[in-house]
């Protein structure tokens, strides 16, 4: 199967009493809550990724993005045909995850702060490559 297909008999079965411990949990502290789409739940988690890929680019613990992406595809299962998180960066533009990664930031604090490699590079239009 595909990486975003599922089996409908192996989905987990939601708790009702977790759901109202967490919904005890935000009223307590002053959460109200919110349906997240698909693409915040993608932007939040495949985001820092990329991100911290760039801070391995940056630190020099990795030499080129495609490194990065080769780790993800054959370590971690990562979907092939999306050619890897820094690949998929770039595809969809560094621009766009700089400022994705801001508007993030503005919500939910530092660990979404777009790294100074990747804000320089989304500025100047260059691709990881260029680095």
Do not use: C
Not at 74 to 85: D, R, V
Not at 104 to 113: A, H, N
Request: overall charge negative; aromatic content about 10%; cysteine-free.
């Amino acid at each position: 199967k595909g990486f975003y297909d599922y089996d409908e008999k192996r989905m987990p079965t939601p708790s009702p009493l977790t759901e109202q411990l967490i919904a005890e949990l935000a009223v307590r502290n002053g959460i109200v809550r919110r349906a997240i789409d698909d693409s915040e739940i993608l932007e939040r988690l495949v985001y820092p990724m990329i991100n911290e890929g760039a801070k391995l680019l940056a630190e020099g613990v990795a030499l080129r993005a495609s490194d990065i992406d080769v780790v993800w595809l054959n370590g971690y299962g990562w979907p092939a045909e999306t050619g890897g998180p820094m690949y998929y960066a770039e595809n969809l533009g560094l621009a766009y995850i700089v400022n994705r990664l801001h508007r993030l930031s503005q919500r939910l604090g530092p660990p979404f702060e777009p790294a100074p490699l990747l804000v320089r590079l989304a500025n100047s239009g260059a691709g990881f490559d260029s680095k």
